[in-house]
């Protein structure tokens, strides 16, 4: 809270006439952005015309946010654990079916031969974990732009590094 208050010029105490806890700026944190997702997935799903650019959409969809929000990613990647009930319920609920949607892509496209892939809960896994790892060493003046990354990642997790 000192370093928020900081931030912003004002004691620390006076944080807590504006805010009423900790917890509510984590609560703000970690919602906000799973709704940003949720709403970034929708959208990709509704402007793709094919199943694998479905999946690209939404892994640069993924991307685009974590780069514009790379501070609060790592809040929400990290710190949501630290809510409480209800919250915590609430929370874990809109991850499960966030990860649920990558799953619906990726059995679709098993469904229609587009990917080979045994165990589609594996593999959103597998791709989430591998998105939400770019937090760990991302840096917006570094020379790899949100949409760099978005046709890398898609390039390397989907397209693999197997030569043909």
């Not at 709403?39 to 793709?48: F, G, I, Y």
């Not at 840096?139 to 390397?156: H, I």
């Amino acid at each position: 809270m000192r370093d928020i208050a900081s931030a912003v010029g004002i004691e620390a105490a006076s944080l807590y006439s504006h805010i009423n806890s900790k917890e509510d700026i984590l609560s703000d944190i970690c919602f906000s952005l799973a709704d940003a997702f949720h709403e970034a997935l929708n959208q990709a799903e509704t402007k793709s015309e094919s199943i694998e650019d479905e999946l690209k959409e939404a892994i640069s969809a993924h991307i685009k946010i974590l780069c514009s929000r790379y501070q609060m990613a790592g809040v929400y990647l990290v710190e949501w654990r630290h809510l409480s009930e209800p919250n915590l319920s609430r929370f874990v609920e809109k991850r499960k079916a966030y990860e649920a949607t990558f799953v619906e892509i990726l059995n679709k496209g098993v469904a229609k031969s587009v990917f080979d892939i045994s165990d589609t809960n594996f593999s959103a896994k597998l791709i989430l974990s591998s998105l939400n790892g770019l937090i760990q060493w991302y840096q917006p003046d570094g020379k790899y732009t949100p949409n760099l990354l978005a046709e890398m990642y898609y390039n390397q997790l989907i397209k693999g590094i197997k030569t043909k």
